[in-house]
């Protein structure tokens, strides 16, 4: 049997693998429009690969078809994943749940996996875009040669500098596939308040996103304050949710109550009362941060602690608590990890990734909508989608 894998990221070559391993006779054939295969898993984890995390559940990821990821997600279980990369020589190390390489390296995740693909034999095109694929009678037609099977694998449209611009929608439309609207996960908020002077403070908080008043989804982590806005992990967890106007409080003491932030800040106005306000909340908050919220609340930095009303104190717990900003967008496609959205699940056999509406014709990873939270959920949905679908398309007769 001949297959064409078209993409050479995590679950492309995930697929790839599976595809050979379940019957060596196959010819499989990983089509990969960049220079080199496993691109964008080099940025994973700020380098050090995230792989997977050590509790995996339906609740850390979001789709169009919610009871379907449950079904994708029993089918290759965590159990078989560690199996498969122990089989590939990757020890493990856990970091508050977090799976990496021991080695924290991600370019030897990448090794490990090219080494399989070169001992089974699996051909690698490189440099090639698949503008179309062809449903012939038996198959399929790509760039002119005959597969008996296609697995799409070529990504989302996040991080374009790695290949993926959109093209599995493209291809899967081509093939009477439906697409839920796509839009950019896991990225950075721009706003509306001008957070130039904040460039590059970074502070644990509680984040709630607001929207009409109400909060609708809240995070903890670190925050990341940007030239343009807001970063860090728990924000690009709330990201696939927030829409222009929505509301990002920021809870810069998380740890206390603000009726304990108030009390504090009362006795601190008595111990530090000689203290100029611009050094007030020293030990508290960077000071650019601290200046930041003083003119927000119209504060003199020329006061001494002692100056400051009973008003003052209270205003600035609440705004220690709430500090809030407006959201404009999310930042591009280029920032962001992840793409929401894709070919819709329902047109999919859940046990295999095979199409519904097009036999032969397999779909993994980003292509699919859905879209996993931060801490190696988006790898593992790879590394099961790639598995499940490489397994289903290698098996049968040549």
Excluded at 212 to 217: D, H, L
Excluded at 326 to 355: I, K, N, R
Aim: charged residues 25%; proline residues 3%; positive net charge.
């Amino acid at each position: 049997m001949k297959i064409a894998v078209i993409g050479a990221g995590a679950s492309g070559i995930t697929a790839a693998i599976y595809a050979k391993r379940v019957n060596p006779s196959n010819s499989v054939t990983v089509i990969e429009r960049s220079d080199r295969i496993l691109k964008k898993i080099l940025s994973t984890g700020n380098g050090r690969c995230n792989l997977s995390n050590a509790v995996i559940a339906e609740d850390n990821y979001y789709s169009q078809s919610p009871d379907a990821i449950t079904k994708i997600l029993t089918a290759f279980t965590p159990c078989e994943e560690r199996q498969f990369f122990e089989e590939l020589g990757i020890m493990f190390c856990e970091e508050s749940s977090r799976i990496y390489p021991y080695s924290k390296k991600a370019s030897a995740v990448c090794d490990a996996l090219r080494f399989e693909v070169e001992r089974l034999g699996i051909k690698v095109i490189l440099n090639t875009r698949v503008k179309e694929i062809k449903k012939a009678s038996q198959g399929f037609i790509i760039n002119n040669l005959k597969y008996d099977r296609v697995i799409i694998s070529a990504g989302g449209s996040a991080a374009p500098i790695f290949g993926t611009d959109g093209n599995s929608f493209n291809l899967l439309k081509s093939l009477g596939h439906r697409i839920t609207p796509v839009f950019p996960a896991l990225v950075p908020i721009k706003t509306k308040e001008n957070t130039a002077s904040l460039k590059g403070i970074r502070a644990n908080c509680a984040i709630t996103l607001i929207k009409n008043g109400i909060s609708v989804k809240k995070e903890e982590g670190e925050l990341q304050l940007t030239q343009y806005g807001l970063s860090g992990i728990a924000i690009m967890q709330l990201s696939r949710l927030t829409q222009k106007g929505d509301i990002i409080e920021i809870d810069l003491i998380p740890h206390l109550l603000e009726d304990e932030v108030t009390k504090h800040l009362f006795n601190r106005a008595v111990l530090l009362k000689e203290r100029r306000i611009e050094d007030f909340l020293t030990g508290i908050l960077h000071k650019p941060l601290a200046m930041y919220i003083y003119k927000e609340l119209s504060i003199p930095l020329d006061l001494k602690a002692e100056n400051l009303t009973k008003k003052d104190i209270i205003n600035l717990s609440k705004k220690l608590k709430a500090l809030r900003f407006t959201a404009v967008s999310t930042l591009s496609w280029e920032d962001a990890q992840v793409t929401a959205g894709g070919a819709l699940l329902d047109e999919f056999d859940l046990s295999t990734l095979e199409s519904k509406i097009c036999p032969g014709l397999y779909c993994t990873g980003e292509a699919l909508d859905c879209v996993g939270d931060c801490g190696g959920y988006n790898l593992h949905w790879a590394w099961t989608t790639g598995a499940i679908s490489g397994k289903a398309a290698g098996k049968g007769e040549n």
